[in-house]
């Protein structure tokens, strides 16, 4: 083989692999971007639904802990209606226990189909059904599903 001919062979092996290279680290930092933006977009997504199941947690506690706090104050200090309301009123200014009296019942929300009941007569505590509140499962309330997969493909 000529020299010349070597030259030019190896003169278009360079440039082919020059060109190789450059594409390989064009499509490298394409991937690359498209890899951290799925990552952003599921860890945002799994994020924001841990922060809303932990938000609700909190919420139900605050509730739990209200309510079960009004049981104990009503059945232990035989609070009459008119204590026990302004104990309501002092405990949830934020009215989440949407407090409803009928006759000598008042209904506290403890959740969704979730009641407890307070019994007066004559002015004077009877007594409390909390089944329900008792019976409330928050391990089947709160859940957080598995982070779904990364998915690298171009959209």
Known sequence: M??????LILAVSIVVNIALIV?????KNGYKEQAQVAYKAATT?????????VNAQNAF????NLLWQ????????????EA?????AALDSAKVLNPQTNGNETALSCGTDCLVKFTFKGGNFAGVDY?????VSPSAMFSVSKPAPFDFQAK
């Open 23 to 27: 594409i390989m680290l064009v499509l």
């Open 2 to 7: 000529d020299s010349k001919k070597m030259k």
């Open 84 to 88: 026990f309301d302004a104990r309501i």
């Open 70 to 81: 009004l049981i104990f104050e009503a059945t232990s200090q035989n609070l009459s209606k």
């Open 131 to 135: 089944k329900a509140l008792s019976s």
């Open 61 to 64: 506690i605050k509730n739990g």
């Open 45 to 53: 997504a799994y994020t924001n639904q841990v922060s809303k199941v």
